[in-house]
T-cell receptor
Framework: DGGITQSPKYLFRKEGQNVTLSCEQN?????MYWYRQDPGQGLRLIYY???????QKGDIAEGYSVSREKKESFPLTVTSAQKNPTAFYLC????????????FGPGTRLTVT | QKEVEQDPGPLSVPEGAIVSLNCTYS??????FMWYRQYSRKGPELLMY????GNKEDGRFTAQVDKSSKYISLFIRDSQPSDSATYLC??????????????FGKGTTLSVSS
């Protein structure tokens, strides 16, 4: 089945620890995105990548880092510098053709205590 | 003024009702419009995708775009309890302006009671 997978579904960490969220897609999509979703805030863009080995900051990149070494993978690291890391994290992807349809993974719920 | 405005609700309707969900936007460059459905603790699912002004129908769902008024709508006919979810509108321009992803509304929470 083609799609986007995110793991784990739930993640718990202690404050001060870095944590990496996985995102993999087998849709052969060029562009990949990370969003953060908080209650009442909608989706906010953290980072995006349009091609391998290239990525750009979104609206709320502080405290986060990414890499894009392979087309199908776009991991997100939540560092200890992120002040409020507890949130629902969503990965998405789309092709770079004229279609702007973007598809989402199932999400990772990160809780930091 | 935010780029995309969407009433968060919650919106509660009885089963079988016609539901109207709306978004307004301020950027006249937006040309691609999408509606996503998101169930609790799940990723958003692409429901409808439209490019031009007018209506697009898919089963019980109709997406409507009025570019002159900068207003988009999603209509759900014969609503079912399984339609209970948060509905997010999203849009973008003709090019990846600064390489941005979609601009989302905050979502409207819909509850359909049986």
């Amino acid at each position: 089945d083609g799609g986007i997978t995110q793991s784990p579904k739930y993640l718990f960490r202690k404050e001060g620890q870095n944590v990496t969220l996985s995102c993999e897609q087998n849709l052969n999509h060029d562009a990949m995105y990370w969003y953060r979703q908080d209650p009442g805030q909608g989706l906010r863009l953290i980072y995006y990548s349009q091609i391998v080995n290239d990525f750009q900051k979104g609206d709320i990149a502080e405290g986060y880092s990414v890499s894009r070494e392979k087309k199908e993978s776009f991991p997100l690291t939540v560092t200890s510098a992120q002040k409020n890391p507890t949130a629902f994290y969503l990965c998405a992807s789309r092709t770079r053709d004229s279609s702007y349809e973007q598809y989402f993974g199932p999400g990772t719920r990160l809780t930091v205590t | 003024q935010k780029e995309v405005e969407q009433d968060p609700g919650p919106l509660s309707v009885p089963e079988g009702a016609i539901v109207s969900l709306n978004c307004t936007y301020s950027n006249s460059a937006f040309q691609y419009f999408m509606w996503y459905r998101q169930y609790s603790r799940k990723g958003p699912e692409l429901l409808m995708y439209t490019y031009s002004s007018g209506n697009k129908e898919d089963g019980r769902f109709t997406a409507q775009v009025d570019k002159s008024s900068k207003y988009i709508s999603l209509f759900i006919r014969d609503s079912q309890p399984s339609d209970s979810a948060t509905y997010l509108c999203a849009m973008t321009g003709p090019t990846d302006q600064a390489g941005t992803a979609l601009i989302f509304g905050k979502g409207t929470t819909l509850s359909v009671s049986s």
